[in-house]
């Protein structure tokens, strides 16, 4: 309940921020608009995973498999939007603050300009995808057990079909993932080689602030990233062989996306001249 009350401050505060630039007429920046998106995707997280233990604990024998299973499902599909966004905020941030000149950076640029939303939508698609997957092998998986195996309980049905969740957690939040790595990194190496040329230069009025606070947040934001990844897929891997839930562990990733936005509000201007404010 700590994690869930922290978070649904941090986020709807964020979205809030921007639902009221948005209905005074002020045009959302690119980042602006995957951030509120993923804002929303975290906050959603958290009351379905808060449900998900709900019903666990409330019902150990699991008689509502079927239930359990419609949530864990939607909980599967905000957890990949998650990555999916993650992983467009660090490519916008790639495309808008690095200064490369390519052809092809300067064309993805301007569809990234252009078409956020485009790019929004097939986050949630290829989440949407990846959830239908789990779904069809689990529910085939449940279906042939009750079939050839009445005798098998609730409990040990849904540890044996936890197998499906390794395999497509793996496949589909590893290229995610993969263009986060790319980005976060390709965006780094520039920000220092450029930082480094200015330092070297003779003009010592530069100030070198807003470039350090941008790498701070890249790091920040692919460390969150890939403890996010390894957490959920540790999880995962230890309930397939034990068939025990890390609730500890859960409740330990639900502050990271937390701890994720309040790094974000202290890094971001607008959010952090908002904050100031309320507070």
Known sequence: ???????????????????????????????????????ISRMCIQFTETLYFFMTKAFPINPYLYVTMVIFTIYDFLTYANFWLTSLLSIVFCLKISNLHSRLFLYLRRKIEHRTVNFIVACGLFSIFNCLMLLMMSIT???????????????????????????????????????????????????????????????????????????KFISFTFIYNTLYFIGHFVGAFYYYFNCVNLYWLYITLDFLPVLHSCYLIYRTAKLRSHMSKVL
């Open 1 to 39: 309940m700590i994690s869930l009350i922290a978070g649904l401050v941090i986020h709807s505060f964020i979205i809030g921020v921007n639902v009221k630039d948005w209905r005074k007429g002020r045009s959302l920046t690119p980042v602006d608009q995957v951030v509120t998106c993923l804002e």
């Open 141 to 215: 998986e449940l279906i042939r057990d009750g079939t050839y195996n009445t005798t098998m309980t609730n409990q040990s049905t849904n540890c044996t079909i936890y197998i499906n969740f390794v395999y497509t957690y793996t496949v589909g939040t590893s290229i995610p993932l993969l263009f986060s790595c790319i980005s976060s990194v390709l965006l780094f190496t520039t920000l220092y080689h450029h930082t480094t040329k200015m330092k070297m230069s003779r003009n010592v009025s530069i100030h070198l602030e807003t470039y350090y606070s941008a790498m």
